[in-house]
């Protein structure tokens, strides 16, 4: 089972640091890895790449995915878009991403 636990850090809006450990064999994305540590991530949309409210920056040099059209056309419309920007609901959590740190990034609203 424990080589199936990443270790992601992740930014709060505060600039304080989570340490979450993070199941890679159940499927799950950041945004959903987030909520479940409480984090203040909505994720309003479910993951559908449609709300942006689980909008974060990349802080470390990990190879993710490329973006999808769909998430380029989200971020697109998103506030505080910046060159790391990404959806956390569409990083599957994978091995290769252990180490991995995110912010948070500001509220829309
Ligand atoms: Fe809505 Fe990610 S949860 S875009």
Redesign the pocket.
């Known amino acids: 089972m424990s080589e199936h636990l990443i270790r992601i850090t992740v930014l709060d809006r505060k600039g304080q640091a989570h340490a979450l450990e993070a199941p890679t064999d159940l499927g799950l994305?950041l945004?959903e890895l987030c909520k479940s540590y409480g984090l203040p991530?909505?994720?309003?949309?479910?993951?559908?790449?449609?709300?942006?409210?689980?909008?974060i920056y990349v802080m470390s040099n990990h190879a993710l995915p490329k973006p999808s059209d769909d998430?380029l056309a989200?971020l697109d419309s998103a506030f505080f878009v910046q060159p790391n920007s990404r959806?956390?609901?569409?990083i599957r959590l994978r091995d290769e991403l252990d180490g991995l740190q995110v912010q948070l990034a500001p509220e829309s609203e």
């Open positions: 994305n945004m991530i909505k994720g309003t949309c479910g993951g559908m790449a449609l709300c942006a409210s689980c909008h998430e989200m959806l956390g609901c569409q």
